[in-house]
């Protein structure tokens, strides 16, 4: 079975940070496209970051300069390093895959940035 288990959200303060982390079990995950999506309350999921299994990235407009996605093929572990948080950031975060042609997402973890 495929599993995504997210960890790392909180509560930060506007301009701090946080670094989230997607454990992954069940995919061949070297090979994998790893994705960060976001979904704040009342308000469609939308991605976030990218990751390619050759490393190349890519980021919502929003992010750029500020969130760095990262991972470590040994652990089968992606990373969303966020930094500069904005009130705009508070959301629930979630980490996406495909794999064999079906897509999978974690349950997410809560990142709550306040004033």
């Known amino acids: 079975q495929v599993y995504l288990v997210e960890s790392g959200g909180g509560l930060v303060q506007a301009g701090g940070s946080l670094r989230l982390s997607c454990r992954t079990s069940g995919i061949n995950f070297s090979i994998s496209r790893m994705a960060w999506y976001r979904q704040a309350p009342g308000k469609q999921r939308d991605l976030v970051a990218v990751?390619?299994?050759?490393?190349?990235?890519n980021y919502t407009d929003s992010v750029k300069g500020r969130f760095t996605i990262s991972r470590d093929n040994a652990r089968a572990t992606v990373y969303l390093q966020m930094n500069s948080l904005k009130l705009e950031d508070t959301a629930d975060y979630y980490c996406e895959t495909t794999w064999k042609a079906l897509k999978y997402w974690g349950r997410g973890t809560q990142v709550t940035v306040s004033s």
């Open positions: 990751i390619s299994n050759d490393g190349s990235t």
